[in-house]
């Protein structure tokens, strides 16, 4: 069974930074592109950033480019989001998801989400 | 930058079937997928590649896309499909994008 299991959210101010983790299980993670999606409070999906299955290709949404790094440890079966430059604007649910066999490609499997709070 | 648009809500009597669609620019050129959304959830595919249906997904659930217009049917529209629904594609402009999201409404 595919697991997705996020951490790493919690409150945090304006400015600051935050590490999320996406622990991944039930397939083979070095198989597989991976991407985050969030969604603000009340709102639509927005995708963030991905990352192909070797780590070697990163994207990101321009409206996190430059503040965002995504990356991965396929010896851990982790991947990860580390925001900087944390805005009011990134306060959301981000979901770790997998992507299918032919990137690019659908998310056939979703984790439950970590909420991030942007605040002062 | 590639856009996709959806209608805010659609409503549906028990039963019958409801229509979600989906709209951008030279559309049915791209794979279209669909998620299912309920309160308090993570989103669920329910179809990929515009028409495949995941394992475990209901047959009511089927999907087209051409020209313009990529379309999420639901026939025999039950309770439990009563959702927020999004679709999505690739683009080479904007990687990932999704619609604004469709609240189905079963009355």
């Known amino acids: 069974e595919v697991q997705l299991l996020e951490s790493g959210g919690g409150q945090v101010q304006p400015g600051g930074s935050q590490r999320l983790s996406c622990a991944a299980s039930g397939f083979t993670f070095s198989s597989y592109a991976m991407s985050w999606v969030r969604q603000a409070p009340g709102k639509g999906l927005e995708w963030v950033s991905a990352i192909s299955a070797s780590g070697g290709d990163t994207y990101y949404a321009d409206s996190v480019k430059g503040r965002f790094t995504v990356s991965r440890d396929n010896s851990k079966n982790t991947l990860y989001l580390q925001m900087n430059s944390l805005r009011v604007e990134d306060t959301a649910v981000y979901y770790c998801?997998?992507?299918?066999?032919?990137?690019?490609?659908?998310?056939?499997?979703w984790g439950q989400g970590t909420l991030v709070t942007v605040s002062s | 930058s590639y856009e996709l648009t959806q209608p805010p809500s659609v409503s549906v009597s028990p039963g019958q079937t409801a229509s979600i669609t989906c709209s951008g620019d030279k559309l049915g050129d791209k794979y279209a997928c669909w998620y299912q959304q309920k309160p308090g959830q993570s989103p669920v595919l329910v179809i990929y590649?515009?028409?495949k249906r995941p394992s475990g997904i209901p047959e009511r659930f089927s999907g087209s896309n051409s020209g313009n217009t990529a379309t999420l049917t639901v026939s025999g529209t039950q309770a439990m499909d009563e959702a927020d629904y999004y679709c999505q594609v690739w683009d080479s402009s904007t990687d990932w994008v999704f619609g604004g999201g469709t609240k189905l409404t079963v009355l």
């Open positions: 590649q515009n028409s």
């Open positions: 998801t997998k992507e299918g066999p032919q990137p690019p490609d659908y998310f056939d499997y």
